[in-house]
């Protein structure tokens, strides 16, 4: 680390420095396309500073800086704006309009697209700038960034990727055991959805019932983007031990058994990419490829996780209560709950449910298991950011299209899934001929299709809550 | 054609309806980022319809249409300018700027760039919009549309096309006789400047001391953007026959003999490319190339046409002399030409010139050697248009840092050398270290580096003529 | 040529030189697995020596002296014989009879298949087998060798290539025009059936509605060494013109118009490789191929030349006539011929059918129809070498278990086709559940499974014929 | 296993029955030649029948069988063995001999050679007889087969695989972490001689200053026949655990660090090739290829085991002693010895050495490297069967034409080193120059070259030991 080796005024003003020498100058409006190429070195010397910043911090106050200092010249993009404001009170012929829209256009463009350009032409270059919107994004999240011109950047180089990253030149690559160990040690780590364990869980993850996707960039083959894992099964699945073993696959895979495919994990492996559509793509990719290769195949699901269920319900039982009774319970359930817990609900239920204890009484998880279902029916369905599904994972496989379809009870048995869910799990279903339609009813109206199953547990939900 | 099944109206209202259909309406700017994906039938249709359109005539029209109906919203890029205007005036925190900015920015993008988005996504769609452009540009040559919008449409398709066809996402192949048939056809068909006779000749040219190079997008490999072909020599060539024969290849590659890289044909294959600057980066990327294979090659240089020269010379002949005597020779030469051609040397010269007969007459041949060598220089180093070389082929090199290096006389005398440039060919050669110095000297401040045989050349030329 | 640079004497002396020192000594018995690896020069000498044998007669000389001269130890063979028939009459226990077996089997074994070996463990050195087959073949048909020395040798060196290109060691390739240019121009210098004649011609037979298949060594990728031509057809086509065009494929293939796969072009493109049965194991694998592409297509049948037929029918209307009328004619049909070819019907036609002229006669060629499809029919089902299949075609086929199906008048109007075969070709129809039973039926009692069209015409020649 | 389901009769008939059935009838000489193709069913049956067998004794039978009841026809090989006689009393011209010859030859083929080539061309004919080998040297092993009939089977299928495995057919194969994970897992499942712990193991043995390469046969790409292990080093290295160990790789390689390529394992994957001589001309083949890729790397050696070492130096403690004292230890060392083990040197000395706890005590370990290092020269260098060297790694490496060159002292410190060759290794050093010499002199003489170092260390044990 630079700061390390300097005071923190040096590293500074060798921020600086760089900036002024690697960010090339806005030429003229008439000039430009008479720019000759940037020499190479200039933005290399941006590439090899960034990467020598051994701490999040200070790559973040490089950023800002960069952000800052060399976004849009605002006293051009008002006097441009004045001479169109001028031709809508005088208009003259067309051209002049154009010309003028032109100049404005020009005007808005950061200066430091320009940088971004000549890196993306680097060998690697794309691959760093998508690495520099990880460190930016992940700056926001920890607060160390914040503002509207570290927006604006991220806004400028989100576009810039979504056209270097246009689904025209992903290529869909299939996983299997023939596949380089590079790739699937690449994917083994990248998976978080249901970590894997060894390489005998891989090999049966790429094995027969299973297929796993990744798109690549068509530049740099064998460099998965985003991974989807795929279970091939007679029914719709509701237990994700069903799918995820690591004992070696031993079956020959016959196509006769096989009518509905589950998309059990899906997982960006690139953080920089955020927002860029490639998972909701890469389902819709999958789902063309599997169906030319299993013409039959009739029903297409998820199986998913509920991140953040236990962590909202924690937050309910911590909430006051009103009239000395929970609104989560009935008061049969309450009852019951309390004498097997052997004291009032409230705290003992939330140290239960903290840890991954619960589950091993059959008792308490009977007890449980008919509020959880309502309760985590309303989650999903009932709680809203901005209009949509508060739950990410819900939010994604709405957009895409999916109906709410089936919650289901002990369906992630793993430490993981009962302490981060209840053990919860569910599936987003597709019908093809469907999904646009709700896409677009998602969308525009922020209408949710679930099933009658989710229906009805949350009219029990809201029947029994008085939330 | 549906011009032939319609009245003009028809086409014309099946042309609106498509358009309306079509193009996508642009989502207020808070809704940007919550569009339903397109149904893949809208721009599925305008392809098919316009592949459809038989005749050149038809696609302008619908272009025409296109760019002028589903533009920039005015109103609204006005309304946003007087926000941004009055921000300047009463100042608030910077992200009330930022968001007009952003604002006036989104408003600025012509509405027919979403169609173009959405195309991009469809199999071939980037293919089908490389065609689209190079219709577009054809039409403008063929006078057939004209016009600031039509101006602006293609500045909005040559950046989309700009970032797709970044250089990071070019493949370099090179082509031996071991690649597909599909490609050396295709290579052979792209081949203008000097064209391929038969399947011995283009054998020739993939064969030993020759390279044949060519860029590919990444998404679509073994389809040629822009081919380069290459002979290894041992010393800059002066003459195109001893590079392009159409006798099978015999001799093995001897490293030992090669000092010298002689680029002595470029072709974009895609006229829809034009201006991207893909031969400018080919030639860079197979410098870099042929460095690593032969870290010993000393020289690189062009050996290139000079098209228009001879229509350029005609034109001087045909103009009005001055006190009787042409300016384009010395008072010597045309007296020995008159005799040659038997009768003053004006109209005779003129007829000769512009068939490839004069080469037969060795005395001829000899006569005017001096006065069209200097005639060249001075064509190529004198002659401008807008302050850069007016010869294409001329610019393109000098910008790319090249130096005017060599004029050769009977350097080409195939019939299509002999007719175009009096059988003149030239040397643009690149010293690797200063091309970068060169390049900007030459955009910047329009100087052109020549050597001093050039410069002799047109010092000659500026004491001889009166021009 | 080393010929020319010595005397003949020389040339002698320096080859047996050369063989003293090329073919290794046969260790002992005992000490045949502890030989060291030969020195890779020794072989290499003999390679290169036999490259700069630049005639067949030299080459021819120097395969005879390696024949003669490095064969069996006859002393040897003769003594281990004696022990093993001593054995029999005086039984002992099995070890000593096996050992005595496999010392008589070593004894056995060339000492020129010592040098075999070594050469095919160089570079390229089975190939150079393959043409020194070559070369020992057309020696041979040459009559530049003789002798049983030649034919053991031929026959040691076909059964260490029957090793090695076993059928599990060849790869079926298909050619398309997505093939490397170096495979097209072989398979187009090496098809002498058809011959192309152009590269539309070629791209046509590996375009839509043909497929173009080969066999390579696994270890020689891209190395034709037999080729079959499939034509995709609704019927079984009896005219060579309909499926040899070189105008350019414009259709599109359309799976539903294929019920019938004409096999129309079989070649062995290295000599070397005769009586090694790839075309048989060719066939068999492209049909379980078209099955597994087209599981409708329903007929296989070849459309096959018959080579030799004119010049065996110019034989018998040479042979002297009995009773003053031809035998192959019927009175009415000699007749008509005669007042057609204005004279007597011997040497007239004779000059007519050496020349393709005939059938520019409408007349004529009605005429001839009839006699020419009975003449042609007895010449493939009756004319016998050995008992089996005179013709070599019609040889390959039945001992492939094809079954002599339809002779088709005019399927050929080539020069070629007319002078060779008057213009008559043959199909050979494989019934795939029959093959089997054919074959063995073919190989073990010499019997020609025909159809009726082809028993009908043979028992009309036989009627008529008085031969 | 058939044996669970039926009586030991009733298999043995079941074996019987199908040997009929499969084993195809020897044609008569004239036939030979005209022999339909087997029914593809007939050999598949076998196959199938084999596989089938859970059993290696069951296997073993099965093969008695075959190589008993279907072997060669003696009464055959005697009466052409009489015939080739005669000839040899009652001499004729050439022809006759040779034919007799001939017929002889095909009378000494075993049937069972029928059934093998017919096998050999079913997918996965080869791989099937290869894994045939296995099982028939096993039951040799394991004593569950003897004869001279197996031994001959065993001879016939040896030089049929000869013929298949022959060095023009096998690819060299770089293995590295892009290599399929397949073919890593087989790599590493095969890996005997330092077995492989783990993935971060594998990974850094096909990573820098590694190299990891096999042969595979064209026909079956990626499936490692031989395997060999190298590290790149600066010295000849003497320690194993220096090469091999199981953290990851970090370094990235530098060519200027490399003179040394240490061969330090080799590994057959598939029993049934052993003898076909892959392993020496794989390391042959990977020091061209280490010469092209590093010109500069001077020296060639192995690191390896001595298996045996420990239990022949068992052997010797365990005889019985001549006058009272070791003939092994000088009396120093034995005195020395016995006061370190508290007790006399023999049997708790075997005790000792029987586990690898000697290798704890320092004092032990020194007391013993001067006994060890001498006995193992003599193990190595004097200790022989037939002649050559009794150890069979010492043997190959010394057939390929190695030195033996340097004896290293706690070499191998894993249990596996210390129990089997008390800790010791020895490096087998290749002079590039030398290698044929030296080979051509074991084999042929016996005569081992060995290293000052070693032949001090015999004459040493020659001077203390009274063996």
């Known amino acids: 680390s630079y700061g390390q080796a300097t005071t923190a005024g040096a590293l500074e003003r060798a921020m600086d420095e760089l900036l002024r020498r690697a960010v090339p100058a806005t030429p003229a409006y008439e000039l430009r396309e008479k720019t000759p190429a ?4 200039q933005c290399a010397d941006f590439v090899s500073f960034y ?3 051994g701490d999040v911090a200070e790559r973040a106050e490089l950023l800002g800086r960069l952000a800052k200092g060399f976004g849009v010249d605002h006293g051009q993009v008002a006097e441009q704006s004045a001479g169109v404001l001028q031709l809508r009170q005088h208009p003259r012929e067309p051209a002049v309009l154009l010309l003028a829209e032109d100049r404005l256009r020009y005007a808005l463009v950061p200066r430091y697209r ?11 270059g794309v691959r760093f700038l998508v690495c520099l919107r990880a460190d930016l994004l992940q700056a926001q999240t920890l607060k160390l960034l914040e503002g509207p011109h570290l927006r604006e950047m991220d806004g400028v180089l989100k576009s810039m990727l979504t056209e270097w990253f246009s689904s025209s030149f992903l290529n869909l690559e299939r996983v299997t055991w023939h596949s380089p160990c590079e790739v699937l040690q690449k994917i083994s780590e990248s998976e978080v959805v249901h970590p894997i364990k060894n390489w005998m869980d891989i090999k049966r993850r790429v094995g027969p019932y299973r297929r796993c996707y990744y798109f690549s960039h068509c ?6 983007l985003v991974v989807l894992h795929v279970a091939l099964t007679p029914e719709i699945t509701s237990n994700i031990q069903a799918i995820v073993k690591d004992c ?12 509905t495919a589950i998309f059990y994990s899906i997982s960006l492996t690139q953080q920089g990419l955020q927002g860029i559509e490639l998972g909701t793509f890469l389902i819709k990719r999958v789902i063309k490829e599997l169906r030319r290769e299993f013409p039959h195949v009739a029903a297409f699901s998820s199986l998913s996780p509920i991140p953040g269920f236990t962590k909202w319900l924690l937050g309910l039982l911590s909430s006051p209560k009103e009239h000395g009774h929970s609104p989560l319970f009935t008061d049969g359930e309450a009852q019951e709950l309390a004498e097997l817990l052997g004291g009032p609900v409230g705290d003992t239920l939330k140290d239960f449910l903290s840890s991954h204890e619960w589950a091993l009484s059959e008792q308490l998880a009977r007890a449980l298991q008919a509020p959880l279902m309502r309760l985590c029916a309303w989650y999903l369905y009932g709680e809203k950011h901005r209009g949509y599904a508060l739950n990410p994972v819900a939010n994604f496989h709405l957009q895409n299209g999916a109906v709410l379809w089936r919650i289901n009870w002990m369906a992630d048995q793993s430490r993981k899934g009962l302490t981060g869910s209840c053990g919860l799990m569910v599936n987003y279903r597709y019908f093809l001929e469907e999904t646009t339609m709700n896409s677009t009813a998602y969308l525009g109206s922020k209408h949710i299709k679930a099933s009658e199953q989710v229906l009805s547990l949350v009219s029990q939900f809201q029947k029994s809550s008085k939330l």
């Open 38 to 41: 940037p020499a190479e070195g």
């Open 51 to 53: 990467g020598g910043l």
């Open 114 to 124: 320009g940088l971004f350009r000549n890196i993306s032409k680097l060998d690697g």
């Open 219 to 224: 530049s740099t083959p064998e460099e998965p």
């Open 248 to 259: 070696p696959p031993s079956e020959t895979e016959d196509k006769n058994h096989i009518t």
